[in-house]
């Protein structure tokens, strides 16, 4: 079920009609310009008996291709020792979404969603299924008499809620929205509320006993984790270009254990990305890289 869930997200990584003017490039990966292409590969860094680290071989981790309007079409996964393990092709009528079929690393389908539109051309809720054709879960959609999407959710094919968006307008002005979360046996998973006019959300994690497992607060690119007891666990920073900034992490006593930051170290003259280190500061302040990420990019 984890492994399906999962493939669901990637499927509907962008719902159609969710980010408008924003092209799936740009709204999932912060890629700008007539993107074609890209290739990611991974290199960790090994330390040599000098002290000093190297990189490692690449390795291969994803690749995609693009439509002419920046829509992903196709999407494939690697795992660490370079296989296919994850494919996943859309299929688009103009720029609406109308199919996404998930194939594991052999070709066998796994999971196939449809994307259904209103008379308007608005996106209305989608259907997956599994490999031999039982529904595995569907979407939803809710809207007032303004087409503006007031509630969806996301049932598992026996019916069960798994998730749940609700917005609250004033006229045509976005006031909340609230976002649930649910384990598949029914409890309460996650719950987040985000105010547009602050650009502040706020996330409770619960157990599934129902008692609170953390809490973060994120404002604009800034996110802080709280433990249960409200004690500060980790402060994020994410970049536009939807990277890690920084990430430090903290222990009981409040003071920072590690701390870790990706920093381009090549762009493109599109300005995105083609090189990053992600590097590492343990609590005695010693600095040392992680890995790097190759990211080629073609463009039309």
Do not use: C
Request: aromatic share 8%.
């Amino acid at each position: 079920m984890k492994t399906l869930t999962a493939l669901v997200l990637l499927a509907v990584i962008s719902i159609p009609g969710q980010t408008p003017n924003m092209n799936m490039a740009l709204a999932t990966y912060g890629i700008k310009g007539p993107i074609r292409t890209f290739r990611i590969e991974v290199a960790t860094f090994v330390a040599t008996d000098d002290g000093t680290y190297v990189e490692g071989p690449r390795l291969l981790q994803s690749e995609a291709s693009f439509n002419t309007d920046g829509n992903r079409t196709d999407l494939r996964l690697y795992n660490e020792k370079g296989a296919l393990t994850r494919r996943i092709a859309m299929t688009f009528n103009g720029r609406k979404m109308t199919e996404s079929v998930n194939s594991d690393g052999a070709g066998r389908m796994v999971l196939r969603t449809e994307f259904f539109f209103d008379d308007q051309g608005r996106y209305n809720g989608s259907m997956a299924y599994n490999a031999d054709g039982s529904l595995h879960s569907k979407w939803v959609i809710k809207r007032n008499d303004r087409g503006l999407v007031t509630e969806s959710a996301r049932y598992s094919g026996q019916g069960t809620l798994l998730e749940q968006n609700i917005s609250r307008y004033d006229g045509p002005t976005l006031l909340t929205m609230q976002r649930e979360v649910y384990y598949p046996s029914g409890p309460l998973q996650s719950r987040m509320i985000y105010v547009p006019e602050t650009k502040r959300s706020e996330t409770t994690t619960y157990r599934r006993d129902g008692s609170v497992l953390n809490k973060s607060f994120r404002e604009n690119w800034d996110i802080a984790q709280y433990g249960a007891d409200g004690s500060l666990q980790k402060a994020t920073a994410i970049s536009g270009e939807h990277r890690l900034s920084d990430e430090v992490t903290l222990g009981k006593d409040g003071a920072a254990k590690t701390r870790e930051a990706e920093r381009p170290d090549q762009i493109d003259a599109h300005g995105n990305w083609t090189k990053q280190t992600k590097w590492l500061t343990d609590e005695k302040g010693t600095v040392r890289p992680l890995k790097v990420t190759y990211r080629e990019i073609t463009y039309y």
